[in-house]
């Protein structure tokens, strides 16, 4: 079946300092991924759609400077938390859309295993 | 705009015992319904969605949900609850012709119990 490979799984970092996050889709191209961000116990807020080739879409409230989306190939994109504070701690998840057959219907999500980021 | 509702931040239940998670939404078109279910410090994982046709869709590890068009719900059901089932599931819709988001509930944590 479809796999997205995020990492890393799991990174700590200093204030100040930048942190890549990387999204790939292993067995199909992915026109379109998702970048989320969630808080402890609480549901998924998307932060920007990117769509290969072209510039990210933010979200309202998501700060595009900081928060930089690259999807230069159909099988990857990544996230780049610029200038990081404690209070970009946060589980970010990145899915990956696909279409499999005709018809919007077959429009899938297959999601990354998240990266746990923690600014100290 | 498109919203979905899950009305319980957490459901608890004895297992072998049916199980059931609560999902509302509202749609201005056709909606696309999907569930999902997470593991601590993981992502998500797809267990089914409607897209159309029958209103009972099954699904990944014994699961299964209803399509009600006139209560605009879509409740995740199992016959008989195991303990490895405790986890976090979501809900999340899409319009037909709208794009290609997710719109996601805010989740219900899930607690089987022996």
């Known amino acids: 079946g479809a796999v997205v490979s995020q990492h890393p799984s799991r990174v700590i970092c200093k204030s100040g300092t930048s942190v890549k996050i990387e999204c790939r889709s292993l067995d199909f191209q992915a026109t379109t991924m998702f970048w989320y961000r969630q808080f402890p116990k609480k549901s998924l807020m998307l932060m920007a759609t990117?769509?290969?080739?072209?510039?990210?879409?933010?979200e309202q409230g998501v700060e595009k400077d900081k928060f930089l989306i690259n999807h230069a190939s159909l099988t990857l994109s990544t996230l780049t938390v610029t200038s990081a504070h404690p209070e970009d701690s946060s589980f970010y998840i990145c899915?990956?859309?696909?279409?499999?057959?005709?018809?919007?219907?077959?429009?899938?999500?297959?999601f990354g295993s998240g990266t746990r980021l923690t600014v100290v | 705009a498109q919203s979905v509702a899950q009305p319980e931040d957490q459901v608890n239940v004895a297992e072998g015992n049916p199980l059931t998670v609560k999902c509302t939404y509202s749609?201005?078109?056709?909606?696309?319904l999907f569930w999902y279910v997470q593991y601590p410090n993981r992502g998500l994982q797809f267990l089914l969605k409607?897209?159309?046709?029958?209103?009972l869709v099954k699904g990944s590890y014994g699961f299964e949900a209803e399509f009600n068009k006139s209560q605009t719900s879509f409740h995740l059901k199992k016959p008989s609850a195991l303990v490895s089932d405790s986890a976090l599931y979501f809900c999340a819709v899409r319009v037909a012709g709208g794009g290609n988001k997710l719109t996601f509930g805010t989740g219900t944590q899930l607690k089987v119990e022996l």
């Open positions: 409607y897209i159309t046709g029958d209103n």
């Open positions: 749609v201005s078109g056709n909606p696309y």
């Open positions: 899915s990956a859309a696909r279409v499999s057959g005709t018809g919007t219907g077959n429009y899938g999500y297959t």
């Open positions: 990117s769509n290969e080739g072209s510039k990210a879409t933010y």
